[in-house]
């Protein structure tokens, strides 16, 4: 009475519109492709609301700018703390916030990723012809979060230029991958 567990293929009549594994890799997305596919489509429907996501952006903006405000203010009052000049720690909050900025706005859908494993909606990905890692990074993305871009990305600029640091290729890979990595 049930044929879904039914092995025996012989009795059961061939599917036409079945994909076949060349249609199934002809549908397949890249995977970048397919991040910015996703997080084209989270942020057109993020932008439905006009208001709600500029001021979001603004007080993602606001908030990312305060612990700068809370630096400034300390380094109104020492010229180093700890053996840093402000302009050192700078460069410090520069590439951390930066880097948590980037990981915050290209993979904070991994961290929803137990909660749709657990409410079932994880297997709505897997039946996608697109890659499961650009659907998860992409779940949930909203171009709010660029707003912690402003105050951590100006943040290193000026730190860089007040710094004085003779550039060599080794440094500048340093930098890069110190905000990359973490």
Same mark, same amino acid.
């Given at each position: 009475?049930c044929?879904?567990?039914? $092995?025996n293929?012989?009795?059961?009549?061939? #599917?036409?519109? /079945?994909?076949?594994? !060349? +249609? %199934?890799?002809?549908?397949?997305?890249?995977?970048?492709?397919?991040?910015?596919?996703?997080a084209?489509?989270?942020?057109?429907?993020?932008?439905?609301?006009?208001?709600?996501l500029?001021l979001?952006?603004?007080?993602?903006?606001?908030?990312a700018?305060?612990?700068?405000?809370?630096?400034?203010?300390?380094?109104?009052?020492?010229?180093t703390?700890?053996?840093?000049?402000?302009?050192?720690?700078?460069?410090?909050?520069?590439? $951390?916030?930066?880097a948590?900025?980037?990981? #915050?706005?290209? /993979?904070?859908?991994? !961290? +929803? %990723?137990?909660?749709?494993?657990?409410?079932?909606?994880?297997?709505?990905m897997?039946?996608?012809?697109?890659?499961?890692?650009?659907?998860?990074?992409?779940?949930?993305?909203?171009?709010?979060?660029?707003?912690?871009?402003?105050?951590?990305?100006?943040?290193?600029?000026?730190?860089?230029?007040?710094?004085?640091?003779?550039?060599?290729p080794?440094?500048?890979?340093?930098?890069?991958?110190?905000?990359?990595?973490?």
């Amino acid at each position: 009475w049930c044929k879904v567990a039914d $092995t025996n293929t012989a009795t059961r009549p061939a #599917d036409p519109d /079945a994909p076949t594994p !060349e +249609t %199934l890799d002809a549908r397949h997305v890249p995977s970048p492709a397919a991040f910015l596919m996703l997080a084209r489509m989270w942020s057109r429907a993020a932008w439905q609301y006009r208001a709600s996501l500029l001021l979001n952006g603004t007080a993602q903006m606001l908030s990312a700018s305060l612990d700068l405000a809370s630096l400034l203010v300390i380094y109104s009052q020492v010229t180093t703390l700890g053996g840093f000049t402000r302009a050192q720690t700078l460069y410090l909050y520069g590439t $951390t916030r930066l880097a948590f900025a980037f990981s #915050d706005l290209f /993979a904070s859908g991994i !961290e +929803t %990723l137990s909660d749709s494993i657990r409410l079932g909606t994880f297997d709505v990905m897997l039946i996608r012809p697109v890659g499961t890692l650009p659907q998860a990074l992409a779940d949930q993305f909203t171009p709010k979060r660029f707003g912690k871009l402003i105050p951590s990305t100006a943040t290193l600029v000026w730190a860089i230029s007040a710094i004085h640091i003779a550039w060599t290729p080794l440094k500048i890979a340093v930098c890069v991958g110190t905000v990359v990595s973490g």
